[in-house]
């Protein structure tokens, strides 16, 4: 009954939105994009791409996290307002390629607190793009989940000009958000100025309660560019960023991301010959992330912290990539190497800002080299053979000299100084075919990834009989099939995937009393089973009306206990239904989502466990935009309509800190919210 009054609120609030934009002025306006993003579908095979500067629902993103939950497929892991991790298909960490220019830059904190998306501010980038599962080597290692690239064009003027775009939002909750990306340039070059700032203040729930979520970012990102012709480009970048979060699901907030960013790109297309194009870029990330229990809230004197403490931990990476392409007859092909090095250190002491008098410790080394190949053979117009090969060369060595136990006594570490060295192959082989209205893919592929800090670091145990982590966890071993198709047609388009995949050595965590990200944890191989797809549609049955659906379900099976793979998300469904003049949009948007009752109990990620199975929910929003000329649109929403009181299954439990039951609970999704939102494109 709940979900036909839904369903009938959505089609009444959608045409009577849609009524407005039918008495406006639609002459001397001509088509735009969507407005107001509320899902995203693919573009080709496997590959989704949108333009992360278009205003979404629910209320804009605050980091890269948030802003994937519009492709079918993602979900994220909440800890507060701000900064979730992203998981695609259920996977997570390490097995999302996270790329933000094509440069890596991986978090510090032990427990993923400041993950890779929560420095990356969406609006001040061009594009998104997705690869979803381990169907390219051409961005790096790993990738057994996908790849997700955050990219900033190449600008080239014909003539001096100026190009500006920017934004102000403000919303329910404390919501205020400003963005500005300046484009200034002559024939032979330009200089790029982009930076935002935002902040939120705690969210209330469905039931009113407040949820500890506060928190407040910038970042700024300058680029200048040398353009002696329309094929060449040379461009430098640098930039920096920080911020603070409040933290309801963790035990301590992050009250410092401090961030510094140096880049240079090299581009030359067009050449003369079989080889069409030439690119290298190289970078330089470093991190400086602060957690501590007393800077954004009061020590809980009965909880495992009693007394002020910090930790402060670094992350500096420098990597670099050189690729090039060919054409020849019916084959074309990228070929190069990459390469990164990264290291992190840390120092912690209890008392308020004690830890600055204390020097740096470091406990990780690692770097990576790797060979890619990939080549599409053109077998007919309709018919394409996509495929590629890798090779990667990964180091980790082991700089900490004590460690914890089970118990948190700290004890010498047995592989002080040890270095691990492994060889890495990755492939793929996917066969492509196009006929008239409809498109199809079917395509496997294979990759070996290295664990990662904190799946080698952040465990107080690895597999049993081992003498930690660090000496005994195996790279993870994917195999996976992935299959596809696309219809479209003058008023519809549908188009599904799905994939089944056999992981080897998959690295899982288990907790041990409650424990909770990182302690009193444990890592060990085992063999898991992955399957699930996604389907969606869209329908355009009269001018300037468009209906969409989307559809995503994963599962996972631990084949070594007969069990479910932990922090599976469960069944998601989207409706939307929309009336677009060029001037006028409106939009009504439903979403669905089922409970989750295969769950595997105190086991997970370094983030998150499965702490009970979830009930299922449906969140009604709304959003219009309004074209006020050529340069300037302004878009509004209401998210949550009905205030439902509802939480994630990936959720993680509230802190006691706050008042939160010790009997673990998830924290909830924002209540009804508003907000408000005017763009300037120029």
Not at 205 to 225: F, H, R, T, Y
Not at 315 to 331: C, L, P, Q, Y
Not at 597 to 619: P, T, Y
Request: glycine share 10%.
């Amino acid at each position: 009954m709940q979900r036909r009054k839904i369903a009938t609120a959505v089609a009444l609030a959608g045409m009577c939105l849609a009524g407005a934009g039918v008495q406006a002025d639609e002459a001397a306006f001509s088509p735009l994009e969507t407005m107001v993003i509320t899902g995203v579908g693919p573009q080709s095979a496997l590959t989704f791409t949108t333009d992360p500067r278009l205003p979404r629902q629910p209320i804009p993103a605050s980091d890269g996290a948030d802003y994937l939950k519009t492709i079918p497929g993602f979900s994220a892991i909440r800890n507060g307002g701000s900064n979730g991790d992203p998981v695609l298909r259920g996977m997570f960490g390490s097995r999302l390629n996270l790329l933000t220019n094509d440069g890596n830059m991986p978090g510090a904190c032990p427990a993923r607190m400041d993950n890779p998306l929560s420095y990356v501010a969406p609006e001040t980038y061009d594009r998104l793009t997705v690869i979803k599962g381990p169907q390219t080597v051409l961005w790096g290692p790993g990738a057994s989940a996908g790849t997700v690239r955050f990219e900033r064009d190449t600008e080239h003027f014909d003539s001096a000009g100026l190009r500006v775009n920017a934004s102000v939002l403000g919303g329910s909750f404390g919501r205020n958000d400003q963005m500005v990306d300046v484009i200034a340039g002559v024939p032979s070059g330009y200089a790029r100025l982009s930076a935002n700032r935002s902040e939120a203040e705690d969210y209330k729930d469905g039931n009113g309660d407040v949820v500890p979520s506060l928190w407040q970012k910038w970042n700024a990102d300058a680029a200048l560019g040398w353009t002696p012709d329309a094929d060449t480009l040379l461009e430098f970048s640098a930039g920096g960023g920080d911020g603070e979060a409040r933290y309801g699901g963790r035990g301590m907030d992050g009250a410092q991301f401090e961030r510094t960013s140096l880049g240079l790109r090299f581009e030359k297309k067009n050449l003369d010959g079989a080889m069409k194009e030439i690119t290298a870029n190289a970078y330089f990330n470093y991190v400086d992330h602060l957690m501590d229990n007393y800077t954004l809230r009061e020590p809980n004197p009965m909880s495992s912290m009693p007394m002020p403490m910090a930790s402060n931990v670094d992350r500096r990476t420098i990597g670099g990539r050189v690729a090039a392409s060919w054409e020849a007859a019916d084959f074309a092909w990228t070929a190069g190497i990459d390469a990164q090095d990264s290291r992190h250190r840390e120092r912690n002491a209890m008392g308020r800002n004690v830890y600055r008098t204390l020097p740096w410790t470091t406990d990780a080394e690692f770097a990576n080299v790797g060979l890619f190949g990939e080549l599409t053979w053109h077998i007919s117009h309709e018919r394409r053979l996509v495929g590629g090969l890798r090779s990667d060369w990964a180091r980790v060595t082991d700089e900490r000299q004590m460690i914890d136990d089970m118990m948190s006594m700290p004890m010498p570490n047995p592989s002080a100084g040890e270095t691990r060295k492994e060889t890495l192959p990755s492939g793929f082989l996917r066969y492509e075919r196009d006929r008239s209205a409809l498109s199809w893919y079917a395509g496997i592929g294979h990759t070996e990834r290295m664990p990662d800090y904190w799946e080698l670091f952040s465990p107080d145990a690895g597999p049993a009989g081992s003498v930690n982590a660090f000496s005994a966890v195996e790279p993870e071993k994917t195999t996976q099939i992935d299959i596809g198709a696309q219809y479209s047609v003058e008023q519809i388009e549908l188009w599904v995937s799905a994939y089944a995949g056999r992981i080897e050595d998959y690295i899982l965590f288990s907790y041990m009393d409650g424990g909770m990200m990182g302690m009193d944890s444990s890592v060990a191989g085992v063999s898991a089973d992955i399957r699930g797809g996604e389907a969606g549609v869209e329908y355009r049955p009269f001018d300037h009306w468009n209906m969409s659906a989307s559809l995503a379900y994963a599962r996972g099976k631990n084949r070594d206990a007969g069990t479910a793979m932990p922090q599976i998300p469960p069944l998601e469904g989207r409706l939307t239904l929309r009336y677009d003049n060029g001037r006028w949009s409106a939009a009504s948007l439903l979403r669905m989502v089922d409970g989750q009752h295969r769950v595997a109990l105190d086991q997970g990620n370094i983030v998150g466990r499965d702490i009970s199975e979830s009930s299922g929910f449906a969140v009604l929003s709304f959003n219009g935009a309004y074209r006020i000329d050529e340069h300037w649109q302004v878009s509004a929403g209401v998210d949550n309509v009905f205030d439902r009181a509802y939480s994630e299954h990936l959720n993680l439990a509230g802190s006691a800190d706050f008042g939160f039951p010790a009997d673990p609970v998830r924290i909830n999704e924002p209540g009804r919210s508003a907000w408000l939102k005017l763009n300037l494109t120029y």
